[in-house]
């Protein structure tokens, strides 16, 4: 497959009904997610995950085949695209429209994804942990997703990384910064999102102060974010379980929305989808009277 065209977040976005938010839907596709982790990884049934996710209203696609889950180890490159690589396959030669992004700290992942057909790199390490990571993005002008984390997934829930107070203050200093060595790279503003990295590295705390600034970082910064909350554990209740953790990432979907956010990311498309539909109902029902 070609490489992929010059990508610009400005001009997906014109696509959306309205303020809406992107919905970008979440494809594990390793053995042991948070969420769906089931000790291995089937192809064939994660194409068939990924094409309901798009029927279900997915405007695009995150595939990541190493867990950055917290406490999670690095995965060796070639172990991620043995996983990764029928995946994309499938999906291309389905839905060759499809607009995929990679979640990968790999530069190598990421530039065999790119020959395939991947349109965007969600790098959660922000371009450091691999260096190469800057040329492979600028080179071929695709998306970027620029994560904040306090330091890398095996790391990042220590004590002594943990970002408690200040953390808008303080994420956003580190965004400046990343948005910066980005810039410095070559990397074209019109290809940057940033991720403010909901719980990568804060609080409980933490999370919600980010989350209820989502407005200010949007227009702070002049550029898109990703949001990406679905069934983290922000969300966790006592007992906790995964029914409780998607009801409260609904809830906040929908208030992040109401922020005129500009991407979701979300394991459950469908729900949220129709959480949104009906957010909107009422808004247009409330102008009309």
């Not at 702070?220 to 953790?245: A, Q």
């Not at 929305?257 to 500009?262: G, K, L, M, T, V």
């Amino acid at each position: 497959m070609a490489a992929a065209a010059d990508f610009s977040w400005r001009e997906l976005l014109k696509r959306r009904m309205g303020d809406r938010p992107l919905i970008a839907g979440i494809v594990n596709a390793t053995p042991d997610s948070f969420s769906d982790g089931k000790g291995f990884v089937d192809p064939a049934e994660r194409v068939a995950f990924a094409l309901q996710l798009l029927e279900e209203g997915a405007d695009l696609l995150d595939i990541g085949a190493e867990s950055t889950r917290p406490g999670a180890a690095e995965v060796p490159c070639k172990v991620e695209w043995l996983r990764l690589e029928p995946i994309l396959q499938g999906i291309l030669t389905n839905r060759p429209d499809a607009i995929i992004s990679i979640d990968t700290r790999h530069a190598d992942t990421a530039y065999r994804a790119l020959q395939m057909g991947a349109k965007i790199i969600n790098d959660v390490s922000a371009l450091e942990f691999d260096p190469a990571m800057k040329d492979c993005i600028a080179q071929h002008n695709c998306g970027a997703i620029l994560n904040y984390s306090s330091s890398t997934p095996e790391l990042m829930q220590s004590k002594e990384y943990i970002l408690e107070n200040n953390a808008v203050e303080i994420t956003a200093g580190n965004l400046e910064k990343i948005l910066a060595t980005a810039l410095d790279a070559g990397i074209k503003r019109d290809c940057i999102m940033l991720d403010v990295g909901i719980g990568f590295g804060k609080s409980r705390r933490a999370n919600y102060q980010l989350l209820s600034k989502a407005a200010w970082f949007e227009q702070h910064f002049e550029l898109p974010f990703c949001w990406g909350v679905s069934r983290k554990s922000l969300l966790k209740g006592d007992p906790d379980t995964m029914s409780k953790r998607i009801a409260g990432s609904l809830a906040l979907a929908v208030k992040l929305a109401e922020q005129a956010i500009s991407l979701l990311r979300v394991h459950d498309v469908a729900q949220t989808v129709a959480a949104l539909d009906a957010l909107y109902a009422l808004a247009e029902a409330e102008i009309s009277e």
